[in-house]
């Protein structure tokens, strides 16, 4: 069964901290990179942070680096992303995936995402 189940999301504070986890099927987690993908509305989505297999490098884009940290427990085949100093900016719905993205029957397979408001 495929499977990307994205939580902790919600309503923060500029400056605030949010803890987003996701739950992978096997076959997607096993032996991938896996990544944090954000849209903001309009926009395309976006790779935000990935991490190996292992778990030994990690890569961030530049508006989140130093304020982001992606982990992983392969036993539990969870990908995590710790969010510090959100800003009003970071507001969208958040995603993981593998990197490069899964893809089931011919498509791109995503999951439901969770979304993430920074505001005051």
């Known amino acids: 069964q495929v499977q990307l189940v994205e939580s902790g999301g919600g309503l923060v504070q500029p400056g605030g901290s949010l803890r987003l986890s996701c739950a992978a099927s096997r076959s997607i987690f096993s032996l991938k990179t896996m990544g944090w993908y954000r849209q903001h509305p309009g926009n395309e989505r976006e790779l935000v942070a990935r991490?190996?297999?292992?778990?030994?490098?990690?890569n961030y884009a530049d508006a989140v680096k130093g304020r982001f940290t992606i982990s992983r427990d392969n036993a539990k085949n969870t990908v995590y992303l710790q969010m510090n100093s959100l800003k009003p900016g970071d507001t969208a719905v958040y995603y993981c995936?593998?990197?490069?993205?899964?893809?089931?029957?011919?498509?791109?397979?995503w999951g439901q995402g969770t979304q993430v408001t920074v505001s005051s």
């Open positions: 995936n593998s990197n490069p993205p899964a893809v089931v029957a011919g498509g791109t397979y």
């Open positions: 991490i190996s297999s292992g778990g030994g490098t990690t």
